[in-house]
């Protein structure tokens, strides 16, 4: 999610909000069939985003608005962090409080965030830089060289005790120690394994544990890195376009489907098979960046930039049931799973929208 390739409600009632939906992000056509696996009761109830969301609060950030990046939802902390990259910033967010906690400078356009049991992990594009950030102080406690140029996404593998980190612009991935030394370990390239040259380079993926696989979006592809040896060892094509922003973009796994769900610069999200690479494609109103998912809830939340909306996903039919209107450029998200709060970073208005999931309505 590189800085340098991005382009980019107050509390009002969601009456109002969906109105301003009619116009702005449009609706679908019939409306999903919302049954949430394992909670709903009784005949099957049509549910909306409108249903289903509710603007809780709006916080407003310090500093100016831009072209912002990555949300990252921190359990363990009760903390979201927002990379606010028009200033440089961090912002770290209760989620007890939903206020401010924190804000941390001096990291220039931030992307991608991995988090790990002591350390918050930030790419610094602006400086080719893995930036350590020290729980509860902090602190930023290294600033460690990534091996490639513009990183962009970063995952923490507590198995392996490794730090992975894409780099745009070199199209290479980058291995770092993530304990004090902090050091790069090593670094290799992507499609370039393949004797491929990258057009718009790595984006954001997912790392599944439990498969120690993870899964990195580059070009149109997903390619598929074994975490314990380093090594490429599938190539998945989608054949879909190429355009200025990639084509493959944020990824989320389902461990109950065992599936993986792909966002991309196309009018769609891909359901895709982590073995063998088939998919198939969920209609949306555009092209899409960071994604995230309620496991609970069941539901999928895609940051819509070209729509400005954030669209919502039914996991369990694979349809959209609607979309709640943002802001053009709007494209990154997470949810806090312990609250079923979704936080959405609203960058050009610098500010965020906290929108908390009627649970109730899934068990009517």
Not at 184 to 210: C, Q, R, W
Not at 221 to 238: A, E, G, R
Not at 301 to 328: D, H, W
Request: charged share 20%; glycine share 8%; aromatic share 8%.
């Amino acid at each position: 999610m590189s800085y340098l390739k991005k382009v980019s409600v107050s509390s009002a009632t969601l009456i109002l909000t969906m109105a301003v939906l009619l116009v702005g992000c449009g609706q679908q056509a019939q409306p999903a069939v919302a049954t949430s696996t394992g909670l709903q009761k009784g005949p099957a109830k049509e549910l909306t985003a409108k249903d289903f969301l509710t603007l809780e609060k709006t916080i407003n950030l310090p500093g100016k608005g831009g072209h912002g990046d990555i949300v990252a939802y921190d359990p363990a902390e009760n903390a979201v962090y927002i990379d606010q990259s028009p200033d440089n910033n961090v912002i770290v967010i209760s989620t007890k409080t939903q206020d401010i906690l924190k804000v941390i400078p001096d990291v220039k356009s931030a992307n991608g965030i991995a988090i790990g049991p002591k350390y918050v992990y930030v790419a610094s594009a602006g400086e080719n830089k893995l930036v350590v950030i020290e729980k509860g102080t902090w602190n930023v406690v290294a600033r460690v060289d990534t091996g490639g140029k513009t990183p962009d996404a970063v995952y923490y593998d507590g198995k392996d005790n490794k730090i992975f980190i894409a780099n745009d612009d070199s199209d290479t991935m980058g291995v770092v120690s993530p304990d004090s030394p902090f050091e790069l370990m090593t670094s290799f390239p992507l499609l370039e394994h393949y004797n491929l040259k990258a057009k718009s380079g790595p984006d954001l993926g997912v790392y599944i544990p439990g498969k120690d696989r993870l899964y990195q979006s580059d070009d149109n592809y997903v390619l598929v890195l074994n975490t314990k040896t380093n090594q490429l060892v599938q190539k998945f094509d989608t054949n879909l376009p190429i355009e200025k922003l990639g084509a493959t973009k944020d990824m989320v796994y389902d461990p109950k489907t065992d599936t993986i769900w792909v966002g991309t610069t196309s009018k769609m999200v891909l359901v895709m098979n982590p073995d063998t690479g088939k998919f198939t494609k969920v209609a949306t109103l555009s092209g899409m960046d960071q994604v995230a998912c309620d496991p609970v809830s069941n539901f999928l939340f895609l940051g819509e930039g070209t729509s400005g909306c954030m669209e919502v996903v039914n996991m369990g039919t694979q349809k959209a049931i609607g979309a709640i209107p943002i802001e053009k450029g709007f494209h990154t998200l997470d949810v806090d799973t312990n609250q079923h709060m979704v936080y959405v970073y609203a960058n050009y208005k610098n500010q965020v929208e906290i929108y908390k999931e009627n649970m109730g309505v899934l068990k009517k």
